[in-house]
């Protein structure tokens, strides 16, 4: 009963993050423009990637002073306390337009299309990586993807304009933001399966553990939006990217507890740069009309992301998070140095070149 219980409440809970992860965003796309929207896009970075890392050391303290299911307690009064805030601080908005029914075929067929994948991903170290169930199963997903595609041109309502994934802006940022939460949690991930499992720290050591790594990404993502109307994005997610190499690949080459989170430190300064760059890349140039779609997008390939890097480093690393070998977590933080260094690489020639508008421009195709 508790597992199902426990399954349940975490889907409510995704059902809710989805919800709320674009209307925050799209709520800072419509309120700010130029150089105010660079800075605020830094903070929305900042408090996100800082809170990932700053809920697995309040997770710790929990844990070893509370039990863990207060990891859940806790959620109901900042609940309550955000929702009253929340009414009281957000400007009131006219309401939009009647948009028609829900795109009910293209939700089944994205969500299937993207468990597909997940499921591919995470089965991929037992199956085999080339093997025909994990190459069935993503060319399924691929399938699924394309009826996707198809269903969206010919419903009247669809779910998600995809036009607007053509804009070069908008896919630039919606790959990097996808990279980046990869990288972020897999970095995670690995970080604390590493001091728990396999080096036997406690709930708490662990959690306290990654206070460098929320401060880092805090750093990261304010220094980002501050200089990303002079520098440019290009450059920020090309400078973000690479220093989430080097510091994903000291764990690769230094095995201990200082090297795993000296280089997770280093590495989430880099993503909380590269969050910046993405989210401005994909919405700076957007119009006010827009804003929720480009938000909605963001946050689906955020989620895609985290989904992605969780399946590929668990399945890389599932000797060492199984048994005693740290080989196989050499070889996750390996895979995941050499993605950010081909995805820093990647960027300088997909992301626009030149800094982010000073006014809220019109979309670029």
């Known amino acids: 009963m508790v597992p199902k219980l426990l399954i349940g409440g975490r889907i409510a809970q995704g059902i809710g993050a989805a919800m709320l992860s674009p209307a925050a965003l799209s709520v800072v796309t419509k309120t700010f423009v ?10 929305w970075s900042a408090l996100g990637g800082g809170g990932s890392a ?17 990891v859940f307690y806790i959620n109901l009064p900042i609940g309550v306390v955000v929702l009253i805030a929340l009414s009281r601080m957000l400007p009131a908005e006219l309401p939009v337009a009647d948009r028609g029914r829900l795109d ?11 468990g597909a ?11 085999g990586w080339v093997s025909v169930a994990t190459l069935s199963t993503l060319a399924g997903a691929v399938v699924l993807y394309a009826a996707f595609a198809v269903v969206q041109r010919v419903v009247r309502s669809p779910l998600m304009d995809l036009r607007i994934l053509a804009r070069r802006p908008v896919a630039s940022g919606t790959f990097m933001i996808l990279v980046a939460t990869a990288l972020m949690i897999a970095v995670f991930f690995l970080g604390s399966f590493y001091l728990q499992h396999y080096r036997g720290y406690g709930a708490l050591r662990t959690g306290l553990l990654f206070l460098p790594v929320a401060v880092a990404t805090i750093v990261g993502a304010q220094s980002a939006g501050r200089a990303i109307g002079h520098q440019g994005a290009r450059r920020i997610a090309l400078v973000g990217l690479a220093v989430a190499a080097a510091g994903t690949g000291l764990p690769a080459l230094a095995n ?4 795993v989170v ?8 880099g993503i909380g ?4 760059a993405s989210s401005t890349t994909a919405l700076a140039q957007v119009t006010h009309e827009e804003a929720g779609l480009a938000s909605g997008l963001l946050s689906t390939f955020h989620e895609f992301g985290a989904a992605i890097g969780v399946a590929v480093v668990s399945s890389i690393a599932a000797a060492s998070i199984a048994g005693s070998d740290g080989s196989g977590f050499s070889r996750a933080f390996t895979f995941t140095a050499i993605t950010a260094a081909a995805s820093a690489a990647l960027a300088a020639f997909v992301v626009p070149a030149g800094k982010p508008a000073n006014h809220a421009g019109v979309p670029i195709h």
């Open 34 to 43: 130029g150089e105010e929207r660079n800075k605020a896009l830094g903070i």
């Open 54 to 70: 700053i809920g697995v050391l309040l997770g710790g303290v929990l844990t070893a002073w509370a039990g863990w299911q207060w």
């Open 104 to 114: 009910v075929p293209g939700a089944v067929l994205v969500t299937a299309g993207t």
């Open 117 to 127: 994948a997940i499921y591919a991903l995470i089965n991929a170290g037992d199956w």
């Open 256 to 259: 201990g507890p200082v090297a």
């Open 262 to 269: 000296v280089g997770m430190s280093v590495a989430a300064a």
């Open 273 to 276: 740069a590269a969050f910046v």
